[in-house]
Nanobody
Framework: QLWLVESGGGLVQPGGSLRLSCAAS????????INWFRQAPGKEREGVACIISSGGSTKYADSVKGRFTISRDNAKNMVYLQMNSLKPEDTAVYYCAARNIRNVCVINSYFVMDYWGKGTLVTVSP
């Protein structure tokens, strides 16, 4: 069993930055690839970024490429999403999710994720 708790969301102005954190407990993150998803009001959940268990490979949605960076610290059982140059269209609830597979991550694989956090709200507004 793995529990995930997101934090770091909030209100930020366009062009600003936030760093989201995903804290895991119950098991070591060594066994899991991790995804960040987001869901804006009235829209479907979309994949934002993913990272394999070693951290050696990452993938990003085109909409965030060059602005967001996913990283992880397995020793601390933590995963991060650094978000820069934020835009109003980045407003959403952000979720981290874990899949019990080490060396594969797929951006929009929400239907195969094994564990989910409850999300943290990011609002980008003047």
């Amino acid at each position: 069993q793995l529990w995930l708790v997101e934090s770091g969301g909030g209100l930020v102005q366009p062009g600003g930055s936030l760093r989201l954190s995903c804290a895991a407990s119950g098991s070591s993150l060594d066994y899991y690839s991790i995804n960040w998803f987001r869901q804006a009001p009235g829209k479907e959940r979309e994949g934002v970024a993913c990272i394999i268990s070693s951290g050696g490979s990452t993938k990003y949605a085109d909409s965030v490429k060059g602005r967001f960076t996913i990283s992880r610290d397995n020793a601390k059982n933590m995963v991060y999403l650094q978000m820069n140059s934020l835009k109003p269209e980045d407003t959403a609830v952000y979720y981290c999710a874990a899949r019990n597979i080490r060396n594969v991550c797929v951006i929009n694989s929400y239907f195969v994720m094994d564990y989910w956090g409850k999300g943290t709200l990011v609002t980008v507004s003047p």
